[in-house]
């Protein structure tokens, strides 16, 4: 028996040192945390990355990407950033458990653990944060009901109080971190980067009552630790800092806070100073939370994409401790040019060419700015040791002996020219002459061995921030020729680049190459393509027929996902003898001052389809006389588009809209109903005006006339 007993203890205790001998890093008694290999304080800098979940995962399909090859891509940029930390934000609690916290398997999980596996591979490390408690059907799915998690079945307020829901979250938490990654071979809790657990994302608090958060923590606290993980644990503080003793209290070893000093989701670009927002963070430096690890899980400038804010957000965070901080929220290269993911931030390397190179800057601010450290108060820690930010100059800049970077044009010279490996910027400085609007990397080799990198001009052609539109760029990329001026010991060259990766030896050109990915780079978001009716930012202005001596009509916008989109209906294309007018429903949208300068046009191209079997529908335009061109499209039951080269187009009759009031007029334009004017080429594009779509009996067999409709997102004009 004694002999049993001592091989338990003894198997346990082994299994306890292995587990922890197989931790990268461990928390000291002053609540720091350091690499077990050195001993060394781990500062981490990175980002939040939700590719595989909710509505990232959807917008990557809206782009028809190959989610996999996006994760690796988007991953090469983390680490060309010098960026070490990634926040794993994943939404089990919605998509991969069912009530009672079982874990289901799907492509959401295997696109964690294949998340999980590229990230070791760049040597990044992570923070996972399973539950997240809010839907993940925002904002783009909310009528999906199919979501199985256990969140859907305990409102989030009950997360903390309600026995089932407790029950359910340490069942999920067991068996999430016991899950076995096919593509490392390893248990989640046993994946070497993954650093942190933080237990809940924003959970509700009950700072009222204390005891039972104390419970609750201690209780997620033991699930973790049930499943022999041994991993750092951290609970949230910034939803409620009043809630400060209950984590000094608990289990948990450190706590978990959030910035967002310009505030959420204006829908427009942010104007003014953020400089001023950002100097005091004091609730990071409350004597409660002594002893407890620190990290940032979320932070950002939200409705700002210039280049001064992640630098000095960080040096704040150094200044309360913080040893590990991920922004929120990285745009996926491929979804970048709309800004997809997250409408209120907007971070690529590529993209968003200023913001990249802060953040460039702020990882390095979390590096070499010791922790604690204070540089005062908003102007004069605008110098803050190897740092510089500008509001006037819209610029943040890092200036170290073998470092150069900049997010604008700077008149700072480096001070240790010869000393120089690294340069990123935007724009010129007194190294390098740039006329792009790209962001470029300068890498030294070795004596004499330059690379040169550069990425295609970005032209902003619409507020970043507005609402998203998967056919609504916010901007593009362009691959022009431009001359860079290169003055750095080793390497002295002035000539014209295209985007691309050079190197140099003696100032000579010795290779060049693509860039990664440079298909997608060179074709950019659909071009200068001229949209005649997209989103529903002028439904109200669209005209349509009205219910009067007609078929009962109905038009109103519909969301499409991320998509708005308008809908067109009508209950019965019958006649009837007490009908006044045809039996059709159009709407039509005024377009003329679109028109008045184009040529060359191509095709018209309508993104559409058919409602409850409806497979046929009428495009055409109408000009200032009433003539009308078009043609009859084909509906298929899914959105997709449809082409109608402009040769296709004849003359058709079409609605007279609005309608008068008492039903004076026709319904059909005159002199759209006669053949008065030659088709295609023959239309005098410069004098349309309206563009419509209708629904006609003519259209369908007279026992298919019952409830049809079309819904519309987009009609442009190809050139």
Not at 177 to 183: F, I, T
Not at 336 to 359: C, I, R
């Amino acid at each position: 028996m004694y002999r049993t007993m001592l091989s338990i203890l003894l198997a346990t205790l082994t299994a306890t040192f292995s587990a922890r001998a197989q931790e990268l890093v461990y928390q000291d008694a002053e609540g720091v945390i350091r690499w077990t290999k050195n001993k060394q304080e781990v500062a981490l800098f990175g980002a939040n990355y939700c590719l595989p979940s909710a509505c990232d995962y959807r917008a990557a399909g809206y782009v028809g990407g190959d989610r996999k090859q996006m994760i690796g891509e988007d991953l090469d940029h983390f680490r060309r950033m010098g960026w070490d930390a990634l926040r794993l934000c994943f939404w089990g609690d919605w998509e991969n458990s069912d009530r009672d916290g079982n874990l289901v398997a799907n492509d959401h999980l295997d696109l964690l653990d294949y998340l999980i596996a590229e990230a070791n591979e760049r040597h990044i490390y992570m923070l996972l944060s399973p539950i997240v408690t809010y839907s993940s059907q925002w904002p783009d799915a909310q009528a999906d009901t199919t979501n199985t998690g256990f969140a859907k079945h305990y409102p989030k307020h009950t997360l903390q109080t309600d026995p089932k829901a407790i029950a359910a979250q340490e069942n999920y938490l067991r068996q999430l971190l016991a899950h076995r990654n096919p593509y490392t071979g390893r248990q989640l809790k046993d994946e070497p980067n993954i650093l942190f657990i933080e237990l809940i994302n924003e959970p509700t608090q009950h700072p009222d009552n204390l005891p039972a958060m104390v419970s609750y923590i201690d209780r997620m606290v033991g699930a973790v630790r049930g499943a022999g993980c041994q991993k750092l644990t951290f609970y949230n503080v910034s939803q409620d800092f009043r809630v400060a003793s209950a984590i000094r209290q608990s289990a948990v070893q450190g706590s978990t806070y959030a910035w967002y000093p310009t505030a959420l989701n204006a829908g427009r670009r942010y104007e003014g100073n953020g400089l001023l927002l950002v100097d005091r963070y004091e609730q990071m430096l409350d004597p409660l939370l002594a002893g407890k690890s620190k990290i940032v899980y979320e932070f950002d400038s939200p409705d700002m994409d210039s280049g001064y804010m992640l630098p000095a957000m960080t040096r704040e965070f150094r200044r309360g401790g913080i040893q590990f901080a991920a922004m929120f929220s990285y745009d996926m290269l491929r979804t970048a040019p709309y800004n997809l993911g997250w409408q209120t931030h907007f971070l690529n390397m590529v993209y968003t060419p200023s913001k990249a190179v802060s953040g460039m800057i702020a990882a390095e601010v979390m590096r070499r700015v010791p922790r604690g450290r204070h540089y005062g108060y908003y102007p004069e820690n605008n110098r803050f040791g190897e740092f510089r930010v500008s509001y006037d100059e819209e610029l943040s800049e890092l200036d170290a002996d073998t470092l150069f970077y900049y997010s604008n044009d700077t008149r700072t010279a480096p001070r240790s020219p010869a000393k120089l490996r690294h340069i990123a910027g935007v724009g010129s400085s007194p190294v390098v002459s740039y006329e792009g609007m790209g962001i470029y990397f300068l890498d030294k080799l070795a004596d004499g061995s330059w690379q040169v990198e550069i990425y295609p001009d970005i032209v902003e052609v619409d507020d970043p921030f507005k609402m998203p539109n998967l056919h609504k760029p916010v901007c593009r990329s362009e691959y022009n020729e431009r001359r860079m001026e290169i003055r750095v010991p080793g390497l002295n060259v002035a000539r014209t680049f295209l985007p691309g990766i050079y190197r140099f030896k003696d100032n000579r050109l010795v290779s060049e190459e693509k860039l990664p990915q440079e298909e997608f780079y060179a074709a950019g978001p659909p071009k200068d393509t001229l949209s005649l009716l997209s989103g529903l930012d002028d439904w109200w202005k669209i005209r349509h027929t009205r219910t009067f001596r007609s078929p009962e009509v109905s038009f109103r916008p519909v969301p499409i996902g991320l998509i708005p989109a308008v809908k067109l209906s009508v209950k019965d294309l019958s006649p009837k003898p007490e009908y006044q007018f045809p039996c059709d429903a159009t709407f039509s949208q005024y377009i003329g001052e679109k028109t008045r300068s184009i040529t060359n046009l191509k095709a018209l191209k309508l993104r559409a389809h058919g409602v409850d079997g409806t497979d046929k529908a009428v495009c055409l335009v109408v000009d200032s006389q009433g003539r009308a061109y078009g043609a009859v499209v084909d509906l298929s039951p899914r959105m997709g588009d449809i082409l109608i080269p402009v040769s296709s187009l004849r003359p058709m009759k079409a609605a007279m809209l609005p309608q008068d009031w008492p039903g004076v007029n026709p319904y059909w334009y005159p002199l759209s109903s006669e053949e008065t004017a030659a088709a295609g080429d023959g239309i005098n594009w410069k004098d349309i005006q309206y563009v419509q779509v209708s629904l006609r009996d003519e259209l369908y067999p007279i026992d298919q006339l019952k409830d049809k409709g079309v819904v519309v997102e987009r009609i442009d004009l190809l050139r």
